[in-house]
Structure formats: structure tokens, C-alpha cells
């Protein structure tokens, strides 16, 4: 049995993933595991944002070694900055997101300033405002937050509190140095449109989805369960380096 583990982004949940559930053939088992602080699980006080050591232990269980790991934007980052901290897995899979969030091409250090400034002022419409950014690259932004609303309601699962040091590892974590040097094969795709990252981003994934953008999941997740399938179950057999070397025209 493949395992796949999907870890979503900042502001949002694993009700993310739920648009997959009907692709996912029978010998893949697939778990959506929550960071801490989403969906009512608590948030250690004592957890700050580079406790990157104390969000292992926290993940353990839920990032085994014999699983292929998922990480969506901000889930990408994590999950590729707990390779220093455990186990690597099979193969880690960075989704929307490159070895640091900020760029001068894709989204600046002040853009990503100001956003943290509304944040502060006023969490909850800064929240929905991030809903609306990061789906302007698929092709019908309107319909897609519309199902995605319908998956993760109207209010963050998260408090201000999670979701500020969320926003706070975003302008703060750097993955190049692992990424320099994994521990494990690690593959970066992206949405062709994706409006979160640089052009230069989006041209060096390995794998290129086309017709969406920063949340394939809602508006092509037959293709993006495709290629993960595809990746899990050809992990360790030397495919996975050049898995994604072809860009998806469909």
C-alpha cells in the first residue's frame, strides 16, 4: 500500500483535499493530516514560529518515513523544513511554492509587509482578501472560491494567533540549504498561472500544471491526483527525478 500524506497551506484546512477523494485509486492510502492550531487542535503556547524542532515532534506521527509527503504553499516549506528534524520520507512533493515565499518576481517582502499590517488591524478580512489572491490564476476565480468556501466556510479554523505565526514562517523560512542537499528526492510542482510565484518559480517545477494556478485542487484535481498517483507509486524506482520533466497540456 502507497501512502500519501497532504499538508495544506496557511489560512486553510485539510477540507482542502477533499475535491481528490473521488481519484484515488485503491492501492494509494491517503491521509490529510492538520497543523497544529487548525480544525480544534490546540496550539502549544510555547510553540513559536521557528520552533521548527518542536513542530516535528508535534508532526511525527502524522509524517512517516514510508509515505510520500505533500506540501501545499506554506505546507511545502514546512514540510520541506522538517527533513532537518525527521525522518525523510519517500519522496517530499512541493506544491505552489519554491524555497522561500518571498521574491522579488512573485510576491516582494513589502507586499507580504503590508498584507501581515492589514492582518494585524483587521485577521478575519485580510483572511478572505488571501482567499481571492491566490485563486486569481485559475480560470474562473469566482467559481472556484465558491468551492472552496463551500469546503472551509466563511471563518478561518485557525486562531489569529496560529494563523499570525503562519504568516510570520512565511516571511521568515528559507529552504535552499536542504534543498541544496535533501535528505530524500524531492520533486516541486506548480500551477501554470500560479499568481503566488516568480515566472522563475513556476519554470523550474518539475511538474507544470496547466489551465490552474495556486489551487489545482479545486479547479483540476483529476490532473493533480494524476501525477501524485503517479509519483507515489514510482517512488524509489528512479522515475521521480524526472517524473515531472513534461508540462501538462491537459
Known sequence: ?????????????????????????????????????????????MLAPDDLAGLGRRMAAALPADAIWV????????????LAH????????????????CNME????QELGTFRR????????????????QLQGEPDPRTARRRLLDLIG??????????ATGLTQLATLDVAPILAAPPCSVLRMAGQQDPLLSPASRHA?????????????????????????DIAQHAGDGRNET????????
Do not use: N
Not at 87 to 101: D, E, I, W, Y
Open 205 to 229: 517545477a518539475d511538474v507544470t500544471l496547466s489551465a490552474t494556478g495556486h489551487c489545482p485542487m479545486l479547479t483540476r484535481p483529476d490532473l493533480l491526483a494524476d501525477h501524485l498517483v
Open 86 to 101: 525527521l525522518s525523510a520520507p519517500r519522496t517530499l512533493v512541493m506544491l505552489g511554492t519554491g524555497p522561500r515565499f
Open 243 to 250: 517524473a515531472g520533466s513534461r508540462e501538462e497540456m491537459s
Open 71 to 82: 506540501g501545499w504553499s506554506l505546507g511545502g516549506l514546512l514540510a520541506c523544513a522538517l
Open 118 to 133: 492589514a492582518f494585524a488591524r483587521s485577521p478575519e478580512a485580510t483572511w478572505q482578501h488571501f482567499l481571492r489572491w
Open 1 to 45: 500500500m502507497t501512502k500519501l500524506v497532504l499538508l495544506s497551506g496557511w489560512g486553510i484546512d485539510a477540507r482542502i483535499w477533499q475535491p481528490l477523494a473521488p481519484y484515488w485509486p485503491d492501492d494509494v492510502e491517503v491521509t490529510t493530516p492538520d497543523w497544529p492550531g487548525y480544525a480544534g487542535q490546540a496550539l502549544d503556547e
Open 154 to 163: 466563511r471563518k478561518p479554523s485557525a486562531s489569529h494567533s496560529t494563523l
Open 106 to 109: 512573485g510576491v516582494t517582502p
